[in-house]
């Protein structure tokens, strides 16, 4: 199985902050990487998809890069609503694994 | 509009068994693979397994192997997954999502609570 890891488990910033989150896999996954946000309560919502492209209707604050084994999420300025948990997903393999998460809270 | 309702948790002894299931309307569902996901309380999401459209392909995470079972029943618009011989690790709520490699659509998730 393709074992993900992010980096950090969490962290804290001000509204307006540049957040980077990290996410890498075990093994070559080319771009077949989603990024997904879980607010308290709430089922996970798919933010990024094929590393990069971002899902309609989600704000153009929130981008993601990378390919093969190492990718970054970012959200470029941090605003209250984005409190909430990120995790990455590969679907280059089944079974689909995800990264353990990042909590993101306001400083 | 997409919707995707579970039902059928509940609290289950360790060794004990229980199904749940998946209404799904708003979409065709034959045109998709539908896959399970569970979370652990306060832990992060892990997939457990998914079903191709035609029930042919299903494959599942080394955890539930050999104890749950997905299902589908196309001509209801449902998905299911029986899960046997239960243990204290399985409490979690379970989600489906349409699809197997970019969900889009979640349900809002059924708790099942596995204690004696």
């Known amino acids: 199985d393709i074992q993900m890891t992010q980096s950090p488990s969490s962290l804290s910033a001000s509204v307006g902050d540049r957040v980077t989150i990290t996410c890498q896999a075990s093994?070559?996954?080319?771009?077949?990487l989603n990024w997904y946000q879980q607010i308290p309560g709430k089922a996970p919502k798919l933010l990024i998809y094929?590393?990069?492209k971002l899902e309609t209707g989600v704000p153009s604050r929130f981008s993601g890069s990378g390919s093969g084994t190492d990718f970054t999420f970012t959200i470029s300025s941090l605003q209250p609503e984005d409190i909430a948990a990120y995790y990455c997903?590969?679907?280059?393999?089944?079974?689909?694994?995800f990264g353990p998460g990042t909590k993101v809270d306001i400083k | 509009q997409v919707q995707l309702v579970e039902s059928g948790g509940g609290l289950v002894k360790p060794g004990g068994s229980l199904r749940l299931s998946c209404a799904a309307s708003?979409?065709?569902?034959?045109?998709?693979?539908m896959s399970w996901i569970r979370q652990a309380p306060g832990k992060g999401l892990e997939w457990i397994s998914c079903?191709?459209?035609?029930?042919?392909?299903?494959t599942y995470a080394d955890s539930v192997k050999g104890r749950f079972t997905i299902s589908r029943d196309n001509t209801k618009n449902s998905l299911y997954l029986q899960m046997n011989t239960l243990r204290d690790e399985d409490t979690a709520v379970y989600y489906c999502?349409?699809?197997?490699?970019?969900?889009?659509?979640w349900g809002q998730g059924t708790l099942v609570t596995v204690s004696s």
């Open positions: 997903q590969q679907y280059d393999n089944l079974p689909r694994t």
């Open positions: 093994q070559d996954i080319s771009n077949y």
């Open positions: 094929d590393a990069s």
């Open positions: 079903i191709s459209s035609g029930s042919s392909q299903t």
């Open positions: 999502a349409r699809g197997y490699k970019n969900h889009r659509w």
């Open positions: 708003g979409f065709t569902f034959t045109d998709y693979y």
